[in-house]
């Protein structure tokens, strides 16, 4: 009976709130974001990024994976990566502008697997996700964060390239 429920559970969970995806980019669509759908496979796009971030210079500082660890658990979901990116240089002028700001540090890309087998790169510019410390930080946290849109929009021009 208890075995029963369960599954009756489960599928009326499933109608009532859906299956979760990471192959709908649209959801990722929102103020201050950038989003680029590729073709590109889920594991062409991160070596694609990893390259790309050595070339515009800067560090991959994080790494995260749903889906990586949801494998180790022997569960299979569409692949999912947050890569934090930064370099100290940035960091040192961040955090003299703002000690707040530090918790943004380092700024994130999202990557996520696309039904079709292409994949999504998609980041909070570093000027959203800075806006919330202008007050405090003034002009030299405006500039850097402007400096790192410039960097962030070459490294996703990178990695989204053919």
Do not use: C
């Not at 669509?29 to 515009?56: M, Q």
């Not at 502008?97 to 990557?111: D, K, M, Q, T």
């Not at 959203?128 to 490294?155: M, N, R």
Request: net charge neutral; aromatic share 10%; proline share 4%.
């Amino acid at each position: 009976m208890s075995r029963i429920f369960t599954v009756v559970f489960l599928v009326y969970a499933l109608l009532i709130f859906g299956v979760p995806t990471n192959s709908k980019a649209g959801e990722l669509d929102r103020p201050g974001w950038v989003v680029h759908v590729t073709s590109h496979s889920f594991k062409a796009l991160n070596d694609k990024l990893t390259a790309a971030i050595k070339a515009e210079k800067m560090g991959k500082v994080t790494t995260a994976s749903a889906s990586g660890g949801a494998k180790k658990r022997g569960i299979t979901i569409p692949g999912n990566r947050i890569v934090g990116v930064y370099r100290n240089d940035f960091a040192v002028r961040m955090l003299e502008a703002s000690l707040a700001a530090g918790i943004e540090a380092p700024v994130r890309f999202y990557l996520t697997e696309n039904a079709d087998g292409g994949s999504t790169l998609a980041y909070k510019t570093p000027t959203t996700v800075f806006t919330p410390y202008f007050d405090e930080g003034g002009d030299d946290l405006k500039t850097l964060a402007s400096e790192l849109d410039q960097v962030f929009a070459a490294i996703a021009a990178l990695a989204i390239s053919e």
